[in-house]
């Protein structure tokens, strides 16, 4: 009993894993709640309601988790105050939240921020926000509205070509979809494939 239990716990162990969470609350602006949370291996979990028991799930490159990990970091894992105390309007109630592996909780709570990296980690998130949003949409068009997956991609198309979009390759089963069927307008096939093959197109060789 006792070796299994030993067994458990560093199973366990050996599972946990960082954690950073960012959380917007904000009535009135659509959606009115995000969640999002990335584990140091780039596993990403989105939700727009606290109650959402089937959040998006998605996996960053290990380089984008490494990224943002490495602001936490020098923000000191959330540890101190962020906001500027300026008399600014209200963006929403902005959290930083960190998880170790070992259990330790540490968090932030903001309006607005004069820090650039603390600047920097809410713009990088809210660009997360809005990826799995476009996914979001671009998924509901599928299903429900096949005049409107055009737009969708053209939003996910923006993103992409600002380098906003945040894990491209959760896309490619629905730009698939569009592109192999033709119950979706030419022109959305046309530019469901263009984006795949962009996607999945291995990066520029270094010049020498």
Not at 69 to 88: C, P, R
Not at 129 to 155: C, P
Request: aromatic fraction near 10%; hydrophobic fraction near 45%; include cysteine.
């Amino acid at each position: 009993m006792r070796i299994a239990f030993a067994l458990l716990a560093a199973v366990t162990c050996l599972s946990a894993q960082e954690k950073i969470t960012f959380t917007k609350v904000f009535p009135g602006s659509i959606p009115d709640y995000c969640f999002v949370q990335v584990a140091k291996d780039g596993a990403l979990v989105y939700k727009e309601a606290v109650a959402d028991d089937k959040p998006l799930q998605a996996k960053l490159t290990q380089a984008e988790a490494d990224s943002l990990f490495g602001m936490a970091a020098k923000l000191d894992y959330f540890k101190g105050n962020l906001e500027s105390g300026l008399k600014v309007a209200n963006t929403g109630k902005k959290t930083f939240r960190y998880e170790s592996a070992s259990g330790e909780e540490s968090q932030t709570v903001f309006n607005y921020s004069l820090d650039v990296t603390a600047q920097q980690l809410w713009d990088r998130f809210e660009q997360i926000a809005q990826s799995e949003r476009a996914y979001i949409d671009l998924d509901r068009a599928i299903h429900f509205d096949k005049l409107g997956v055009n737009d969708a991609l053209a939003r996910i198309e923006e993103l992409w070509l600002n380098k906003e979009l945040a894990a491209p390759l959760q896309f490619i089963p629905l730009l698939t979809r569009v592109a192999t069927h033709e119950s979706f307008m030419h022109l959305a096939r046309e530019r469901a494939a263009r984006l795949k093959d962009e996607f999945t197109a291995p990066p520029p060789t270094p010049a020498p």
